[in-house]
């Protein structure tokens, strides 16, 4: 019993160490051991850093890279800016020591051991992207005083808890460029994240170009593609940073690009397509009877699968409603022949065909979780979309696949571009208590985050992705246990700014849309609005006016607005404190608050009005108003009962929406006025 | 008598127009001739564009690049979202004719015929890349009421001064990728530039892979080239923007890197080389008595010329002083063997059989304006760098050049790495009152702006070009007499932050530097000191500190503060206005200036300080003493003599720099002190 109460105390005690280390470092995701030792490494310009392992690409990269992000973020002059030779006499300061070259499949070892102390830092690794990994620790790691930069004093032993941690990129919806890509990727590597889904067909634009049918590119693109070249040199550039590439090509549906260029390979006789415009699911279907369409894409994925050396192939195979299929008699007796009740008795008869075709092009088949269906065979990969929401049982069809014997990856809970908080994300657990078999258990490989492009330009999307994905790359890296969300928060606001330096415009350009909303006047007065509005969630955005195509424009308010609004986090907690304990600290956080929005309208008002603001002047003009009344009741003012039924009124207004954002701070209004009354 | 009069009177008549027409239009370059109807072409969602011209490559990427630029600006959903095909019952809006596609020779046709009414816009040009220019005046005219954006109603009718106006990036001394050259080349574009040369060698890096000699990218890049693949898209992307694109081989000085990969070229025999990390004039130099040297040449250049379709392609040839030719008893030998009596005359030798190599791949040599030898063919075209403050005549080598039969094109008094103002460079013109005849006047081509990049990287090198770059573009585009320097400034406000939508990162990224100064404190402390702060001039940014390398870090505070600096020019103007007449309003321009910056050291200080920012107390913390000395002594305070003594001690101070910065109010602020003691 004494023993027992040992081990639960430390138990206790590792977990309360943990969390205060989480006060001290800022690291995410948060690795597996961390120990203390109370030393320091100080930066300086003799830092140098040596590599032992073999196949020195990616750690070469890694290190040139690690020096120059370490020097200018230091300010110090390091005198070598790339790897030093490995000496008998001297000695490295940063020591590299891997044993091989990862192949970039999902059995590689990503683990590494880090140890620093005040003369030496050593990182030792079995692989290449072990020790990237380990570096990207390492400049989390840094902090300063006064006077110097240093690497505290630590040793740390780390491991991803899942194998295949993604990005998901829509890039056909809006196009999005090669540089877009690449800073994504170094954001991606700096959290550690190994695979990137590139969604590259969709019925908005075929973006990829195929020397094989050229009309794909030629006729269903605008122009906006990637070019094989560009493909490779991506791939090139994903695989140095340890990061795969999944490319999609989503089929059967999905398919007006395709059918734009193609329309004899669709399901709709006669007809002629046109790309589209619009968001939503559409009819264009490939036509799964015809033979042609298997020439078709075999021919297209024999081309196309060698750019991609990674061995899995993403067919889509979502969200296709059958509606030509039902339109068309052929397809109907062809459903009849083959014995096939169901439109999802075709696509599956379709999916196998396909199945068949890339496995001679040795590549293993994933498709979004409709192609799970009784016949698919058990090689696929079921990437999971749908879950309780959806109304499926607990754990959706990730854990339904697990136990089918599929392998099996999580988005459902990480669609990103739903514009949730981060703390949703964070909290969406992939397993949970189900109860699993090792097996089931290991083919559940990880998840991947979803950037569906709808809604999103180059000039927005970064912070669409950013600083969110952050917090879901540890979910799938880090320790189950791992889950103080006040914690990950406090993190993330470090981890969220130094984005910046591996080139994320997520900050950076909320100003430029401000600025153009304004004609370049004082951003000031719609800055402070914007840190209290959030962009409609959940697809709501165009609901009810005028329906977004792929080129309207996306420099409005709303797209200067984001997700997990900095100042409506700032007063939810100190309206949460101020209600827990009402003393002068908590009420004075609130008052610093809402002094700031009730001059806001001033500032607001100044800034010569265009079509693109006017809409936001009632929201402004309401909340400095509401702000005031808030005021003068925390100051114990007497007033009226036409002040408070105004105010009622403001706060009634102030919940609808304006300008496709909401105002995110009403519901602790009301709170905080339920509080002081 | 009266008729010389009237038309005195009509051209200050016209002047006077002309002048007010600047106060109302922001147009960067300004245009020909404009006249205005006082009717308005609303922007709404039926706006239509239509193309009636062959060879519509260009105009389609401009129409279809004009309305997301149009709609992201003015938030109107405009229903077509690319041009309209031309139809006989249904008129565009917009109606777009051209005769035919230019060829990118410097005999193009680029003027182009405006005409806005209120239901109408026609936009008439000779060729396609005329249509583009005048694309880019439309969206220069757009403006805007409360409710509605408009196209003002003008006729204008536009074409260059000077057939080349060119933008120099020296990529070798620091690289940068292709995303940054390509947002560089739509800013040209934008301000009708037309001729992009690259510098593609010199000493810190070769940085275009080579088929024949792999090791030029292999071993003389850090990995840092482009690919030719890379290189034909911005070759091709630049066409589209109606931009040449001149490569440069930097030869025979500046060969350091030529030399790592391949040292048996070079004149100092049995010596290898390493790739360059400072900046400077180097030895490393090729051997012109070698014919290997020149066998060399021809393979490469007949491997790259293809790439660049220009016919002018530029040999560098500048700052060779010839030390490793003096030291080599060979070369002495072939000098004399050869009747070459100086070293000018062997690189002359060097030249011409360049020339010849050059002529047979169909090019035209360019080369600084040292090339320019007795014996040098006059099919050569001179690159003027050195001008009377290198002491030469008046003109200095451009029109000397001109004068002895030579076309030739003006970078003196561009070079923008000086880190000079801007009315410095717009005032530089190029002829001035040198009479010319009519040849020699059509040998001065034009002119380009030389980014070296010593000490830019891709986070700051936007910042370095623009906005100055737009006043350069307009002294080459406009007429002689559009030299007003205050209502340039005024227009240059505008186009500055308009850059922003063409994806300049100039303002965006100082956000990012002072981020990573304070470890993503508030930074408007920061801001404010760097409104009245500039990066030391005229490279002598690192005289007496550390010496930069090339992987120095260039995120410094010195590296987020900008030649004409905000609030150091709006001081400099309150100030003069005070001392020309000391009223009230003048007076308390001054003062809330001063106020700003007497309050700022306390903001400064609630930044925990880095070793980054501490240089910066010092400064910091006097500008806030000197300017509450001068709001006292603004406000009749009485100041003791030690008042007057300590603020006269802090200027002192202040005259010194800090950080490889400059205080650039001090002598304003020493004006001040005399107007107001």
New interface residues.
């Given amino acids: 019993m004494t023993r027992l109460l040992a081990i639960l105390y430390l138990i206790t005690l590792n977990c309360f160490s943990q969390s205060n280390l989480m006060e001290t470092y800022n690291l995410m995701p948060w690795p597996k051991s961390i120990q203390e030792n109370n030393q320091r490494f100080i930066i300086d310009e003799n830092l140098t850093v040596s590599i032992d392992g073999k196949n020195q690409k990616r750690v070469q ?1 890694g290190v ?1 890279s690690f ?2 992000r370490l ?8 005198n070598e ?2 790897a030093v030779p490995l000496s008998n006499n001297q000695q490295a300061s940063i020591q590299i020591t891997y044993k091989k070259s990862a192949e970039l499949i999902i059995q590689d070892d990503e683990s590494y051991q880090l140890d620093i102390n005040s003369n030496k830092v050593t990182l030792v690794a079995n692989t290449d992207v072990g020790a990237i990994r380990g570096l990207e620790t390492l400049l989390q790691l840094l902090t ?1 005083t ?4 240093y690497l505290p004093g630590v040793s740390i032993s780390d491991a991803p808890r899942f194998v295949w941690r993604g990005l998901m990129i829509d890039v056909s919806r809006h196009f999005h ?3 877009v890509i690449k800073r994504n990727l170094d954001a991606m590597a700096s959290v550690k994240m190994n695979v990137f889904h590139w969604h590259l067909t969709d019925d908005q634009g075929f973006r990829i170009e195929s020397k094989t049918y050229p009309k794909l590119h030629e006729l269903a693109s ?2 906006l593609y990637y ?1 094989q ?2 493909i490779k ?1 991506i791939v090139e550039y994903a695989s140095i940073l340890g990061i795969r590439v999944i490319p999609e090509f989503d089929v059967p549906g999905h398919a007006t690009a395709i059918l734009t260029a193609y329309p004899e390979l669709g399901s709709k006789p006669g007809a002629t397509y046109k790309i589209e ?1 619009y968001a939503g699911v559409f009819d264009p279907t490939l036509d799964p009877t015809k033979e042609d369409v298997y020439v078709f894409l075999e021919n297209l994925f024999t081309e196309i699968a060698p750019l991609f050396p990674d061995s899995y192939f993403h067919i889509g195979g979502d969200e296709n409603e059958g509606k030509h299929w039902d339109a068309n008699e052929h397809i109907q007796q062809f459903k009849k022949e083959h014995n096939l009740a169901t439109n999802h008795d075709l696509q599956t008869y379709f999916n196998i065909r396909l199945e068949k075709i890339l496995k001679k092009l040795d590549k293993k088949l994933v498709g979004w979780d409709e192609i799970m269906t009784p016949n698919m065979p058990k090689t696929a990969i079921i990437h999971s979309w749908r879950g309780e929401h959806e109304g499926l049982a607990k754990g959706g069809t990730l854990i339904e696949a697990a136990k089918k014997g599929y392998n099996t990856i999580l988005s459902n809970g990480f669609y990103i571009d739903r514009m949730e908080s981060v703390v949703k994300h964070y909290q969406t657990e992939p397993i949970g208590d189900v109860q699993l078999t090792e097996d089931e258990r290991n083919r559940i490989l990880g998840g991947e985050v979803t950037m569906w492009s709808e809604l999103v330009t180059p000039l927005t999307i970064d912070s669409r992705i950013w600083p969110r994905t952050a917090a879901i790359a540890e979910r799938l890296w880090s320790q189950k246990d791992i889950t103080d969300v006040d914690k990950m928060l406090k993190r993330l ?2 981890i969220n ?1 130094r984005l ?2 591996v080139g994320i ?1 997520h ?3 909320k ?2 849309i401000l ?2 909303l304004s ?2 006047q004082d951003i000031s007065g719609l800055e402070i609005l914007s840190n209290v509005c959030e962009p409609l969630k959940i697809y709501s955005r165009n609901e009810g006016g ?1 329906e ?9 308010f709303a797209d200067a607005c984001n997700v997990d609004a900095n100042d409506a986090l700032k007063f939810k907690k100190a309206v949460t404190n101020y209600t827990e304990s009402p003393n002068e600290a908590h009420k004075s956080d609130i008052i610093t608050l809402l002094e700031a929005w009730s001059k806001n309208h001033k500032a607001f008002q100044k800034i ?5 603001i ?1 809409p936001l002047e009632s929201l402004s003009f309401n909340l400095s108003e509401s702000a005031k009344f808030l005021l003068k009741l925390s100051q114990k003012e007497k007033l009226s009962k036409n002040d408070i039924k105004s105010f009622k009124s403001r706060i009634e207004t102030l919940k609808q929406p304006f300008a496709d954002v909401e105002l995110v701070i009403v519901n602790d209004m009301e709170k905080l006025f339920e509080a002081l009354k």
């Fill in positions: 990269h040139t020096l120059r020097s200018n973020r230091s300010g110090v002059f390091i800016g790339f300063n006064n006077s110097e930069y460029p090669i540089d605008d122009r070019t070249e560009q040199d415009r606001e470090v700014y910046e330096e415009t900050i950076r350009n100003g430029v600025r153009n004609n370049n005028t977004y195509k792929t080129y309207s424009p996306f420099t409005l010569d009005k265009s079509p693109k006017a």
